[in-house]
């Protein structure tokens, strides 16, 4: 059984070409603060994010988590991203109410400035509201607005496990053996780029779609922490283009980041931290 690690090669390599890269103080200080920006208001949006994806899951499945795996699994997630207990049953609670609506799920896809790509993944009550504000921001922030798959084909979906700890490469190897997961990508370098781990002394462990169920189920049974998410990896790795083009595209992402509708925002754009 061989483990291949294809992609985590190629955006290993376009990580370091743009290491090498003569940037600019400029650069630099706009990655901190952008790394600032987004740390600042992680903790809120994380919070809501997961109120809707359990108001989602309970409303389909009733509140009783021995019954509602999909609930239970949603908590598990949650804690691990260290949302406050009150915040998961207060969610539980609201979506028994008559008045609570409905969420749905839809994508967004743009092209910005230096050919910049992006997916803004909404979860939203208000359809309507959700994709004339979407579309608002790429209007202001001169995007150009792609047909539903044309961005979205540059990507990989991929099954994102982040851990809680450390996990040595011997370690993640016997675990994917013992589930039957034989393609796995395990990164632990935290650098500010989104597709590696969220914080320091944690990693990040990707997989197939198909894989993810049987290895966070076995990791879950032996303690571990970790949080299981879907994500997009760019297939040939991340972009940094000009200076101006640069902050433009942080602008813009920022500018999805802050609306209330938006789950998350991924790009190729190179967000990597530098000296």
């Not at 004339?132 to 209007?139: E, H, M, R």
């Given at each position: ?103 749905n799920e839809s994508l967004f896809e743009f092209i910005g400035p230096g050919g910049i790509y992006y997916i803004i993944n909404v979860l939203t009550d208000n359809d309507n509201r959700a994709a ?8 202001k922030h001169n995007l150009k607005s792609s047909s539903k798959g044309s961005v979205a084909f540059n990507f990989l979906k991929k099954a994102r496990l982040d851990i809680g700890k450390i996990v ?108």
């Open positions: 059984m061989g483990f291949t690690n294809h992609f985590h090669h190629r955006t290993n390599a376009v990580v370091s070409v743009s290491k090498r890269m003569n940037l600019s103080m400029g650069r630099a200080a706009a990655v901190r603060a952008n790394t600032k920006a987004r740390t600042d208001g992680a903790k809120a949006k994380n919070n809501n994010r997961f109120a809707k994806k359990i108001i989602m899951a309970t409303k389909a499945g009733g509140p009783d988590t021995n019954s509602n795996r999909q609930l239970a699994q949603v908590i598990a997630d949650a804690k691990a991203n260290d949302v406050p207990m009150d915040v998961i049953k207060r969610n539980i609670e609201k979506a028994s109410a008559t008045n609570q609506a409905d969420y004339s504000d979407v579309n608002l921001v790429g209007k040595e490469e011997d370690e993640i190897m016997e675990l994917c053996l013992e589930s039957g997961v034989d393609d796995y990508d395990l990164r632990t370098i935290c650098d500010g780029n989104p597709v590696n781990p969220k914080a320091e002394n944690k990693c990040t462990v990707y997989v197939e779609m198909k894989d993810m169920a049987a290895l966070r189920d076995l990791m879950r049974s032996k303690g571990y922490q970790l949080e299981t998410s879907v994500t997009n990896i760019p297939k040939d790795g991340c972009i940094a283009p000009s200076d101006e083009e640069y902050d433009l595209n942080l602008a813009a992402i920022a500018a999805f980041e802050a609306l209330d509708d938006v789950d998350s925002v991924e790009t190729n754009l190179d967000l990597t931290e530098t000296d």
